[in-house]
């Protein structure tokens, strides 16, 4: 498939039609001489051109969308056809780069086809790639005889707009191969999600599910949200790399083509520790080279609980869990941790100040700031998320709502002793971490007027004997983490002699 810049009006494109047509024609065949290979006998070389795809796309994507706003600027601005042949070379360049890229998605599909066999969504995205690429060139065709024989340009703008629209469509099943099915509305305001048509959510953050233990269920409050965070993009319905899905606890034991993810009992055993601990240059490490890898505390988790049994109901207080177990999972965002502070008594409906203040500030830290549940203005904030990028300056943003908040997340935040005044105004505070900061000794005397605290996190800071010893005085405290510290084992006694109900961690 040739062509010029642009085309003599009397000179008819019969030979550019010819080839264009052999083209056409080598499209429509491709999907039946090459259905049923088997991926792993194709030669390196298909994979490697193949993986050029994602880059090849968005040719002719920004080609054609291009010609689409210039058609569009033509039949409402004041510009005329005279200048018909102006985006034939443009329609040419497309329509050439479109074919090369259905070519190389060919070669991504069945160079993976263990990744996409039986995904529909791979599927339609691949008929809709070559549909394109078919109504590019017969787009290209038409401009180009539209221009010979100087006639409307009707046709060729239909042949345009479909074409756009069939693009449309592959582009967004080709995202949502890449990046799962709600990449682009996950976090889309209720207004607009009502609009869409898709159901209404509530930024509710995840409760530990009531036992008759009251502790959190292992796989669910801990081992899912750790699959979740580094696993599940590449492991869920419409998205399974390796026929493996990591999205259910059912799942994670039927596996993928290579077998069972878990293998009870033995974590050596498992396939997923297996492929995470494999050296982080091998090709089959997971998480995949530029993806998060997981943290060494998260692994020691996955493995205990494999060890343990894996069973997907247990709850934390079902084991005998060890302390360097318990030290890893203090590690953990608050909403998979063991620190979970009592439900917030006599909590109100927020009111709509509330919620407008929450609202503007989750502009400032997405996905940080949560009510407690749908019907309680209690609050819980996570930095989670931003970590070092979190600071002393950030907390005080947060002023408004320190009345309301419960749980208070600062693990591995640029937060310092400067913060302690403000942090003693969170009354209602049951829960904080601040695990990994700068604090010391000097914050504690703030943090005694916090009467309703009941998990104090202060794992890898600067506090010493003198600071903890001073905690005695908070007889409601349940649970408090010296992982780390300079705090001497007899400090340490000493308070647990003085606080006998208190549970303290200490990672040995």
Same mark, same amino acid.
């Given at each position: ?314 709850? /934390?207080?079902?084991? %005998?869990?060890?302390? &360097? =177990?318990?030290?890893?999972?203090? @590690? !953990?965002?608050?909403?998979? *941790? ?95 971490? /601040?695990?990994?900061? %700068?604090?010391?000794? &000097? =914050?504690?005397?703030?943090?005694? @007027? !916090?009467?309703?605290?009941? *998990? ?53």
């Amino acid at each position: 498939m040739t062509g010029p810049d642009s085309i003599p009006r009397k000179r008819k494109p019969w030979v550019l039609t010819f080839f264009s047509l052999i083209t056409i024609a080598g499209l429509i065949a491709t999907p039946f001489l090459t259905e049923g290979l088997d991926g792993e006998k194709l030669p390196d070389i298909v994979r490697f051109f193949g993986h050029f795809h994602p880059a090849l796309l968005h040719l002719p994507i920004g080609v054609f969308s291009l010609i689409l706003i210039q058609e569009i600027g033509t039949i409402f601005g004041k510009q005329r056809d005279e200048n018909k042949s102006n985006s034939l070379f443009p329609l040419f360049f497309g329509a050439v780069s479109a074919v090369v890229a259905v070519i190389a998605g060919f070669m991504l599909y069945h160079g993976l086809s263990g990744d996409y066999a039986n995904n529909e969504i791979a599927a339609r995205h691949l008929w809709g790639g070559l549909i394109f690429a078919i109504a590019a060139i017969l787009t290209y065709i038409i401009k180009a005889w539209t221009v010979s024989i100087s006639g409307n340009l009707a046709f060729y703008r239909l042949f345009l707009f479909s074409s756009v629209a069939v693009m449309a469509f592959a582009s967004h099943d080709g995202a949502t191969l890449t990046h799962g099915e709600d990449y682009l509305t996950k976090y889309a305001p209720q207004s607009i999600r009502k609009i869409l048509g898709l159901h209404q959510t509530t930024p509710v953050r995840p409760t530990v599910p009531t036992t008759s233990s009251a502790s959190p269920i292992v796989y669910t409050d801990i081992i899912a949200p750790i699959l979740e965070r580094r696993c599940v993009q590449c492991h869920k319905e419409g998205k399974a790399k390796g026929k493996l899905r990591m999205d259910t606890f059912e799942m994670l034991v039927i596996g993928g083509k290579d077998g069972p993810a878990i293998e009870a009992g033995s974590s050596a055993k498992s396939l997923i520790i297996q492929r995470i601990e494999l050296p982080m240059d091998d090709e089959d490490h997971m998480p995949p080279e530029g993806k998060p890898d997981i943290e060494e505390h998260e692994v020691a988790i996955i493995k205990w609980w494999i060890d343990s049994g894996a069973d997907p109901k247990k709850t /934390l207080a079902d084991y %005998e869990i060890p302390a &360097a =177990i318990t030290a890893s999972i203090s @590690k !953990l965002p608050a909403t998979a *941790s063991i620190e979970k502070p009592s439900p917030a008594s006599n909590s109100p409906t927020p009111d709509a100040n509330l919620q407008a203040t929450v609202a503007e500030l989750s502009k400032v830290f997405p996905s940080a700031l949560t009510f407690e549940s749908q019907h309680s203005s209690s609050l819980e904030f996570t930095a989670a998320a931003l970590r070092e990028k979190f600071s002393d300056a950030d907390l005080v943003k947060l002023e408004k709502i320190f009345p309301h908040l419960i749980t208070l997340d600062l693990t591995a935040t640029k937060v310092t002793d400067k913060s302690s005044s403000l942090i003693a105004t969170a009354e209602q505070l049951r829960m904080i971490r /601040l695990s990994e900061t %700068e604090v010391s000794d &000097a =914050i504690i005397d703030d943090l005694l @007027k !916090l009467t309703k605290l009941e *998990s104090l996190n202060l794992y890898g800071t600067k506090v010493t004997d003198a600071g903890i010893s001073k905690l005695a005085a908070m007889s409601q405290l349940k649970r408090l983490y010296l992982w780390q510290t300079a705090v001497t084992p007899e400090a340490i006694k000493s308070l647990k002699e003085m606080l006998p109900d208190l549970e303290i961690v200490t990672g040995s």
